[in-house]
Nanobody, 127 residues
């Protein structure tokens, strides 16, 4: 398994931008599919919402409809890091954002398909 540490969260006004980072250590980072999920206030872990995912070689990305066109996922395998660039943020984007990893998730959008998780970083968007 890999160990994941997110950073880059914070408080931003609606329409603003943030860039989240997720640094990985441990087993070969470039062997993992990486995903971003978010957990809104009052929601349980099992209710985390899929945000975006990227394949091991960055050739394939996939986004939730709610963030498509505003968020961009990317990775730098040389730095063992995956990023989530978030633009045009909205109050409904407020959540704790989690990085997740799995060598071969059976479903790229399912919380249960990813076996390694970070501790999360808080993103708060004010109106």
């Amino acid at each position: 398994q890999v160990q994941l540490v997110e950073s880059g969260g914070g408080l931003v006004q609606a329409g603003g931008s943030l860039r989240l980072s997720c640094a990985a250590s441990g087993h070969a980072f470039n062997a993992y599919v990486m995903g971003w999920f978010r957990q809104a206030p009052g929601k349980e872990r099992e209710e985390r919402e899929f945000v975006a995912t990227i394949s091991w070689n960055a050739m394939n990305t996939y986004y939730a409809d709610s963030v498509k066109g505003r968020f961009t996922i990317s990775r730098d395998n040389a730095k063992n890091t995956v990023y989530l660039q978030m633009n045009d943020l909205k109050p409904e984007d407020t959540a704790v954002y989690y990085c997740a990893a799995d060598p071969s998730p059976r479903s790229i959008v399912a919380v249960t398909a990813y076996h390694s998780w970070g501790q999360g970083t808080q993103v708060t968007v004010s109106s």
